[in-house]
């Protein structure tokens, strides 16, 4: 079975993203009301699997992302056969 | 004499410099491309870099490389295992220290030379220092803040002043306790940030970083 995977890697509550400081403070210059600014990484793929949940799990696990310091979300979606 | 494999991965550098620093410290070098097989080694250096590019996290790609199970097993048998920069980053990234490396306090590279302090001279790595020794290293790194939940961390270097003070203003980059490297429990698997093979002669500005080199050849040769 096909199956696309829309997943997003978050920094954990508390952790300084840099990254986002800075995009934040740039929005800030721009005049907007800014107050935290995020910047989780996103990926989407395609897969085949006869076990999607367990197959996403274990590659957000083993390497997308890093459980020190990250927490993660997705979603899944059927493509067909 | 003791045989060292410095690994490369697509992306790594100071692995010449680092079969260099090891040779002068008394050890056999070689480096070793990282398909290949860490066989009749009796020790591994994990250079400096910037493996698949940094690509995901740093050191994320490389620490899931098959070699690196082979890493582990070493590791397991108490042979003397250093990450350096990128090696450090590859060392947290595949397990075999706690914590993670993340980017810089102010998001970009830095290069510069800094103090540390030695805080353990009970590893395979640092038993030619003096506790509290000051010695001077080049950095050179974008993520290289270092963070961790645990609170049993054996640390081993710390960015600090001239004088050996562990001050927020002596931190280049973030890390918490203004750790700079390292070690497991056992003290034979140790991760730096700073560049000791950099320090490792007069004529590069400081030879600081020689004794741990040969710290890790007289660790093998007990």
């Known amino acids: 079975m096909k199956y696309k995977a829309k997943i997003i890697v978050h920094l954990k509550e508390g952790l300084n993203d840099p990254e986002g400081r800075v995009i934040g403070k740039a929005l800030k ?53 | 004499m003791p045989k060292f494999a410095v690994i ?45 590019a940094d690509y995901l996290r740093a050191g994320a790609i490389s620490a899931r ?18 990450g350096i920069c990128n090696g450090f980053q590859i ?9 993670a490396l993340r980017p810089n306090k102010v998001p970009r590279f830095l290069c510069k030379w800094v103090y540390l302090r030695v805080n353990d001279t009970q590893t395979a790595f640092t038993k030619f220092y003096e ?14 803040n270092y963070y961790t939940d645990s609170p049993k961390v054996r640390i081993v270097f710390q960015y600090s002043d001239e004088k050996g003070k562990i001050t927020e203003d002596a931190n280049p980059n973030g890390s918490i306790l203004n750790i700079a490297g390292i070690s497991n429990e056992k003290g034979n698997v140790l991760g730096m940030m700073p560049h000791p093979e950099r320090a490792s002669d007069k004529w590069l500005g400081s030879e600081d970083g020689l004794k741990v080199f040969k710290s890790m050849v007289e660790y093998v040769r007990r």
Do not use: Q
């Not at chain 2, 490389?65 to 250093?82: F, G, N, Q, T």
């Open chain 2, 131 to 144: 506790e509290g020794e000051v010695i001077r290293m080049p950095i050179a790194h974008a993520e290289g």
């Open chain 2, 8 to 52: 490369v991965f697509p992306g790594t550098n100071c692995d010449f410099e680092t079969v260099e620093a090891i040779k002068k410290a008394g050890g056999k070098a070689e480096r070793v491309w990282y398909k290949s097989s860490l066989k009749d080694f009796d020790g591994v250096v994990l250079p400096g870099g910037f493996s698949y």
């Open chain 2, 65 to 82: 490389a098959e070699i690196m199970e082979e890493v582990k097993a070493l590791a397991s048998e108490d042979k003397p295992i250093l």
């Open chain 1, 29 to 81: 210059n721009l005049g907007y009301k800014i107050g935290e600014l995020k910047v989780p990484k996103y990926f989407e793929l395609t897969f085949e699997s006869e076990n999607p949940e367990k197959d996403v799990e274990e590659m957000c696990r083993r390497l997308l992302a890093n459980p020190v310091i990250h927490t993660y979300s997705y979603e899944i979606e059927r493509l067909g056969e």
């Open chain 2, 91 to 99: 060392l947290t990234e595949s397990g075999l220290l706690p914590g």
